[in-house]
């Protein structure tokens, strides 16, 4: 049982044919593997710990060591692997702080190539899944210190990791940026410069309703993510259009900010008076400034985005989730300058380009178009006294320094976590300002027009499962122009009742529309004889009326 459980598990990843454990060899002396665990229920469809280290001391005796990367804890304490340890963790889903990439580097290139090394040492690299932060990892010192592409390094990692045919081993956007960022920090003599950096402002093309924008960043080494300010409703400044079909031009880097002169805080005339009617304009751009200073410690700045819905009885709906990982030591050129970055600039991307919920591509509807974040490195008289910090890789024969490990029985408890995802969510109050941050609706503007990504690939049901389906024409409680919904039931093999046609007395548009009815449509103006037997005649003929809004009826005209 625990065999299939395990194999169930690793699913696209490549199983050790002799092992029989969730592990590949990326190169020679290279291992990458599902993270162990010492704990039940996680050993039952995890690599036991006490398999890996067996199959390791077979393989390859003394001369093997690992390099974990989990924030989650790793789920085995180190005397259950001699020891033989470095611990580098950051968070699930996400690529490393910049800073921690030397000294990984430089501690597995001493362990595979120091002057005591031994013929045969392999490196053994997991995280949780060992796939994205292992990859990075991997990847990352193949390109720094074995001189491979980046091509041919994701490449390898790939065909060694993953069954064919079930996509890339390292996949996340946000990881694969980081690895390019490896490699030219590489061919620029290993240079970092660690710096704070102020989050001037955040612009958003096509901007939907309901979304939360919010500035985040490391702390504690990369273990921890901390979320240093979301946007509220009085830091929105929303950018008029004057032409309603025109798109707002991508901002390249020479470009800091809009024009404030362009910028209103608040909206009064949001159509164009040529737009012809029913056609939604939207917003072209919405400019996010914060009140105060969002100062973040490192160069690694992360956009994390949520778009929620209304739903009722104090819950919300979510509907989209998406993040962003960006370095500006990077973006500004720092390499390619000597260590010089830019003191600001701009970092642009497209909705399709960011990551989706737990490291997939899926990201639920679209909440934005297009976003760009300003952004500018704090000065050295406001600056913390150790920044800005040269980092570089520390040669051989130097000591490595490694981080803090996190709690390893706390991976138990990170293993049941379901982190952002989709789904209803409860209100509260306190991100009231929050959510509205976006709203379009909180200036008084009302769209004509639903927008037409906003309920992409949702199905909607009635209180009893049927489908709802929407007329070609009519008129409904959605205005002029929407079209009537009516309520079908999937076909169950039960018979049905055939709806009259229409009456002239059933008011404008033939119809009463309210709620759902479904299969009982028709119902209304049956008599007793055309029951069974005549039975329950009676009952309907002194049948309670329904309330208001409760029953979609064609009657005939």
């Not at 660690?194 to 273990?223: C, F, M, N, P, T």
């Not at 990170?414 to 995802?421: I, L, P, R, V």
């Not at 009742?497 to 009815?517: C, H, Q, R, W, Y």
Request: charged letters at 25%.
């Amino acid at each position: 049982m625990a065999s299939i459980l395990r194999q169930i598990v690793a699913g696209p990843r490549q199983k050790h044919p002799e092992a029989g454990l969730d592990l590949c060899y990326v190169t020679d002396n290279i291992i990458a593997t599902s993270g162990p665990s010492s704990t039940f229920p996680q050993r039952a469809y995890r690599n036991p710990t006490d398999a890996l280290v067996k199959f390791l001391d077979y393989k390859h005796g003394t001369h093997w060591a690992i390099w974990e990367f989990r924030a989650e804890g790793t789920g085995y304490p180190d005397s259950e692997v001699y020891g033989r340890i470095r611990h580098y963790p950051w968070p699930d889903h996400h690529p490393p702080p910049f800073a921690l990439i030397p000294n990984i580097m430089a501690s597995m290139r001493d362990w595979l190539k120091g002057p005591d090394t031994e013929v045969g040492r392999v490196v053994v690299v997991h995280c949780k899944a060992g796939k994205g932060r292992s990859g990075t990892a991997a990847c990352s010192y193949l390109i720094s210190e074995e001189g491979w592409t980046v091509e041919d390094a994701l490449f390898r990692f790939t065909t060694r990791r993953m069954r064919s045919g079930f996509g890339a081993g390292v996949s996340i956007p946000s990881q694969l940026r980081w690895i390019r960022y490896v490699e030219r920090w590489t061919q620029q003599r290993k240079l970092y410069v660690e710096r704070q950096v102020e989050v001037v402002e955040v612009h958003v093309s096509g901007l939907r309703d309901g979304v939360k924008v919010a500035v985040a960043g490391y702390i504690d080494q990369g273990r921890t993510i901390k979320n240093f300010h979301n946007f509220h409703r009085h830091e929105r400044i929303i950018v008029e259009a004057t032409d309603p079909t025109s798109a707002v031009p991508p901002l390249s880097n020479s470009e800091s900010s809009l024009p404030i002169s362009d910028s209103k805080s608040q909206s009064s005339n949001l159509q164009h008076p040529d737009t012809p009617k029913g056609f939604q304009t939207g917003i072209n751009a919405v400019v996010f400034r914060p009140s105060h200073p969002i100062i973040l410690p490192t160069n690694d700045i992360n956009i994390d985005l949520e778009r929620r819905n209304k739903a009722a009885y104090g819950w919300t709906m979510v509907t989209s989730v998406a993040h962003v990982w960006f370095n500006t030591f990077f973006e500004g050129q720092g390499p390619e300058n000597n260590g010089n970055a830019a003191s600001d600039g701009v970092f642009e991307i497209a909705w399709d380009a960011m990551d989706g919920i737990k490291g997939s591509a899926r990201k639920g509807t679209k909440a934005l178009d297009r976003m760009a974040i300003v952004w500018r490195a704090v000065d050295g008289t406001n600056a913390r006294p150790e920044l800005p910090q040269i980092v570089t890789e520390p040669r051989e024969g130097e000591p490595v320094p490694d981080t803090k490990a996190a709690d390893w029985k706390s991976a138990q408890a990170a293993s049941t976590a379901t982190g952002k995802d989709l789904g209803l969510r409860t209100v509260s109050s306190a991100s009231a300002g929050v959510s509205k941050a976006s709203s379009l609706r909180s200036l008084g503007w009302s769209p004509q027009s639903k927008d037409e990504d906003q309920s992409v690939g949702v199905k909607t049901h009635g209180p009893d499962g049927e489908d709802l389906v929407a007329h070609a024409v009519g008129t409904s409680s959605g205005g002029e122009g929407q079209p009537a919904v009516t309520a079908s039931k999937p076909d169950l093999g039960m018979p049905k009742v055939a709806s009259p046609e229409p009456t002239a007395d059933a008011g404008e548009g033939g119809k009463f529309v309210g709620a759902n009815l479904g299969s009982t449509a028709g119902i209304m103006n049956s008599k007793s004889d055309d029951l069974s037997d005549k039975k329950g005649g009676d009952d309907l003929e002194t049948s309670k009326p329904h309330p208001p809004g409760q029953l979609v009826i064609e009657v005939e005209r």
